[in-house]
């Protein structure tokens, strides 16, 4: 244990920054999987455990899928949805 927090810690980074590293990398892969190029072209951002999803999407479907898509990845205690459907 001492020596996985003296790892962190030499990495520059919190504990905290670094589980929201990997919850922006779980909810970029899994959006990148989906079947829709424009998610892939989202912005995502994650401060303890809020996901801030941002960007443009042709539809409105493509938004709900993106969003919908957010809150089934774990570690996801809420998302700020800032995705703008372009017409």
Do not use: W
């Not at 244990?1 to 980074?13: C, F, K, S």
């Not at 920054?17 to 990997?22: G, H, I, L, P, V």
């Not at 951002?45 to 999803?53: D, I, M, R, S």
């Amino acid at each position: 244990m001492v020596e996985m927090l003296l790892a962190q810690r030499m990495n520059g980074r919190s504990p905290a920054e670094q589980a929201d590293s990997e919850l922006v990398r779980r909810v970029t892969s899994f959006l990148n999987s989906r079947s829709m190029p424009g998610l892939r072209r989202l912005s995502i951002e994650a401060h303890h455990g809020t996901v801030t999803l941002s960007g443009r999407v042709r539809s409105f479907y493509e938004k709900q899928v993106a969003t919908h898509s957010c809150r089934r990845v774990a570690g996801v205690r809420q998302l700020v949805d800032k995705v703008d459907v372009q017409y």
